[in-house]
């Protein structure tokens, strides 16, 4: 009888509950004859002709019953659940923070200031080992895949190795005193503020058009030396001699640019060019100024005679310097904190304020078309520099300038009082250099304002009223 019941699955004895309580046996279906072992509920009652074998099981260690599939599977499903929230804690994906700490090393550079390559490359860097540290919890997460295939393909744009030193996403860590990004990084992360360091732009070309500080466009006489700018870091002066005689339009046959001696970065140094004499040198024969292999301040020759760029690493500023046929083109970019550090004293900077009421060309309105909409006689169309007409000006300056913006007017309207093509290569390379050093692109082109509300199809002959009238304010 008992060995037909183990076959079926019946325990010849009891066993231990895996739960709380007394130990309990399954019972079996009741047996139809009245001497047999009867099971009741909560144990074993053995019948008198059993007791003997009742008294020794007993005796036994009772055995833990197994407990049933149901049961196991829900717990290894409540631990795995409860381990996964665990590594979720854990382990987190943080491409996101790697990504927002690569962004804020690289927001404040620009590709036209000196050491942007080994600055990016060490921001790479820095995120491509972010990314290894937390590879395991990305696993699967596409933006993880795309940003670690993003930085491969910039390591190879700007042939970065892979080896090398890391930007550090803490300012004080990376502390330079000669490096202006760094030491303005501290400042702000000391204060709280995490925003990159705000740069201006100023350029002057043409007989002379000026861009100043705000972005306001002026064309001036501005005739002899004037002070561009002149703050606590950096002196910059131009002279402007007459174009054309008979004529008030000027434009630029020399530049002085003084970078102010600064702690122990730098002493002061001057450089200087007039027409025909663009030196890669500054007056004392050096080429750089700081001590050690990086320079703080250096000279670089892009084209001989031609461009040449300054680039002052403690004061994160950029200068280029061109001759285009016979004059001399600028463009600087500095930021705004050094920019505005002056005194009452320094107040004359045609950067920062502009020309003089009094020597402007274009009716103090800060742009070449300010004089749009006067009536002109018809003749006066025809009173342009021999060789060009408003036709031939127009088309000429389209070719390197598509764009009519005030750049290009610029370009018509120097060819108008000068004759001179070299006028229109260099309204090219103003806005070149602004593309180069201007912060914010959405303020590259400056386009002429439509004071009566013109639609752009009718804006043509308005510009080119306006450039004539322009052009006889020059020359009466």
């Known amino acids: 009888m008992m060995r037909k019941k183990r076959k079926r699955g019946v325990p010849p004895g009891p066993c231990r509950s895996h739960g709380p309580g007394p130990a309990t046996a399954p019972s079996p279906p009741p047996s139809p004859e009245p ?16 007791a003997a074998a009742a008294g020794a099981e007993q005796h036994r260690r009772p055995r833990p019953c197994p407990p049933p599939l149901a049961l196991l599977l ?70 993880y895949h795309s940003a670690v295939l993003g930085i491969s393909d910039l390591m190879s744009q700007r042939n970065c190795s892979k080896d090398g030193p890391t930007s550090s996403t803490n300012p004080e860590v990376t502390h330079d005193p000669c490096t202006y990004h760094s030491h303005a990084g501290a400042r702000e992360h000391r204060a709280g ?32 030396a004037w ?33 102010k001696a600064h702690h122990e970065c730098t002493e002061q140094k001057v450089y200087q060019a007039v027409t025909d004499d663009l030196p ?46 016979r004059y001399l083109t600028l463009a600087i970019r500095m930021p705004e904190d050094l920019a505005m550090s002056y005194d009452k004293s320094q107040d004359l900077q045609l950067c920062v304020n502009g020309c003089p009421l009094s020597e402007r060309i274009d009716d103090g309105q800060d742009q070449v078309s300010a004089i749009l909409g006067h009536t002109l006689p018809h003749t006066a169309l ?20 598509p764009v009519k913006d005030i750049y290009f007017q610029s370009c018509v309207f120097d060819l108008l009082t000068t004759g001179d093509a070299n006028f229109t290569a260099a309204a090219h390379s103003a806005l070149e250099d602004v593309a180069a050093l201007h912060p ?28 004539t009238c322009l052009f006889l304010v020059v020359f009466l």
């Open 35 to 50: 001497t047999g072992p009867a099971w009741t509920g909560m144990g074993l009652r053995a019948a008198p002709s059993f």
């Open 74 to 143: 829900l717990l290894l499903l409540s631990l795995g659940l409860l381990h996964a929230g665990d590594c979720q804690q854990l382990a987190q994906c943080r491409i996101q923070k790697c990504t927002t700490d690569f962004v804020a090393l690289t927001a404040h550079l620009n590709s036209a200031i000196d050491g942007f390559d080994s600055e990016f490359c060490k921001a790479l860097r820095a995120y491509a080992g972010c990314t290894q540290r937390t590879s395991k919890a990305c696993r699967g997460n596409l933006v």
């Open 193 to 224: 503020d995490q925003n990159p360091p705000s740069y201006l732009f100023c350029g002057l070309f043409g007989d002379p058009h000026l861009r100043t500080f705000k972005d306001h466009f002026q064309t001036c006489k501005v005739e002899g």
């Open 227 to 259: 002070p561009l700018i002149d703050n606590n870091y950096l002196s910059v002066q131009v002279t402007n001699v007459p174009v054309v005689p008979g004529s008030s339009a000027t434009a630029t046959n020399k530049i002085t640019i003084i970078f």
């Open 280 to 325: 890669a040198a500054f007056v004392d024969g050096t080429t750089s100024g700081g001590d050690g292999d990086t320079k703080s301040l250096r000279i670089v020759e892009r084209e001989s005679g031609r461009h040449v760029e300054m680039h002052a690493r403690y004061i994160g500023t950029t200068v280029f310097v061109r001759q285009l046929g």
């Open 382 to 401: 025809a009173q342009t520099w021999p060789g060009y007409t408003l036709e031939t000006a127009n088309t000429q300056c389209q070719e390197k300038m």
């Open 440 to 467: 914010r692109r959405e303020r590259w082109h400056i386009f002429p304002s439509s004071g009566n509300g013109a639609p752009r199809g009718g804006r043509d002959l308005s510009v080119s009223l306006g450039l």
